[in-house]
């Protein structure tokens, strides 16, 4: 193990070859400063059109990333989970193309756009490193959009959850339960169904006895 000094009062452990741990490797090559932030549930971390001010990662909790449609109505299109670099897209234009808010209580390590830029234009490591977890992020967006594209509606909800039973370092698996501190409606937007479609396929996979349903957001994938 190593400890990474991101602020005087804050040491971080780092273990594993988790993706958490490759984002705070980003953070410990930079040699830039980054403070820890809380952010409590339902928190705005930036909106959409904001200034983009700050590099963030996230440490601890879950982000739903929205953007708006044709109607200015917010729509969940991601959800970015610990180790992940949150608000990259403000590089391109100097705003933020969409909005973050923290769907359970997160710990975010926030630095310095300018500070971290000016680094980023040095350090040949860091910007490969900085490429990696963007392609880890357009290879996930690519899964996604191949399951919207071209799965029905149960392959789309079933292949949601799998993902998440197989990866014990996932923020939404508990000791084999799925937990999900988002609504139905976030999900259904994330896996481009209707709140309805989702819930009559919920209903048809736990009949099946695929999975097995513990309140309003546990489930459990059946062996």
């Known amino acids: 193990m190593r400890h990474i000094n991101l602020s005087p009062d804050k040491m971080i452990m780092m273990e594993g070859g988790s993706l958490l741990k490759k984002g705070l490797d980003c953070i410990e090559i930079s040699g830039v400063r ?34 708006s449609d044709a109607a200015a109505r917010l729509m969940n299109v991601d959800f970015q989970y610990p180790g992940e670099w949150v608000g990259l897209e403000g590089f391109f234009n ?20 300018v500070e971290f830029g000016e680094r980023f234009s040095e350090s040949f490591e860091l ?3 900085i490429l990696k977890m963007l392609s ?17 509606a149960r392959s789309r909800v079933a292949a949601f959850f799998l993902d998440i039973s197989k990866n014990n370092n996932h923020p939404f698996n ?34 099946a006895g695929v999975i097995d349903i513990d309140g309003r957001y546990r489930f459990r994938i059946e062996p």
């Not at 479609?197 to 736990?206: K, N, P």
């Open 34 to 67: 980054f403070s820890a932030k809380t952010y409590t549930k339902k928190s705005v971390i930036f909106r959409a059109a904001e200034e983009f001010k700050k590099l963030r990662v996230v440490k601890s909790g879950v982000l739903k990333i929205s953007i």
């Open 94 to 113: 100097g705003i933020h193309e969409c909005e973050a808010v923290s769907i359970a209580d997160s710990v975010i390590y926030e630095a310095d756009c």
């Open 127 to 129: 910007r490969a490193m």
């Open 136 to 152: 880890y992020r357009f290879e996930r967006m690519q899964v996604m959009m191949t399951r919207m594209g071209g799965m029905c």
């Open 174 to 207: 508990h000791n084999g339960w799925i937990e999900l501190p988002i609504t139905r409606e976030d999900l259904s937007q994330h896996l481009g169904l209707k709140v309805e479609t989702l819930s009559r396929v919920l209903g048809d996979l736990r009949a």
